[in-house]
């Protein structure tokens, strides 16, 4: 059974930092794709950032800069690092990992992990 479990979210003020935690079992974890998704009050959800298996990282335009993703391969944890935050920031984050074999798509998600930044 894959469980996806995130942790780390909280109220921080704007200019701040916060670490996101993403504890997952139950994947063959270093054949993943994991990402982190956001969805902010009444926005559509979008991609934060993503880390391949082999340690390539992508950032939406927004975060770059300030947040890094990374991986542990061997506690089979993602982290996000979240400096210089702004009140934009402010959403539910979503880990979950992905991985295609042949034609079909897997992936899996966690319950989402709230940040709110205060102006």
């Known amino acids: 059974q894959v469980r996806i479990v995130e942790s780390g979210g909280g109220l921080v003020q704007a200019g701040g930092s916060l670490r996101l935690s993403c504890a997952t079992s139950g994947l063959t974890f270093d054949s993943y794709t994991m990402a982190w998704s956001r969805q902010a009050p009444g926005k559509e959800r979008e991609l934060v950032a993503n880390?391949?298996?082999?340690?390539?990282?992508n950032y939406a335009d927004s975060v770059k800069g300030r947040f890094t993703i990374s991986r542990d391969n061997v506690k089979e944890i993602v982290y996000l690092q979240m400096n210089t935050l702004k009140p934009e920031d402010t959403a539910v984050y979503y880990c979950?990992?992905?991985?295609?074999?042949?034609?079909?798509?897997?992936?899996?998600w966690g319950q989402g992990t709230s940040v709110t930044v205060s102006s």
């Open positions: 979950y990992g992905q991985r295609q074999i042949l034609t079909r798509l897997l992936d899996y």
């Open positions: 880390i391949t298996s082999g340690g390539s990282t």
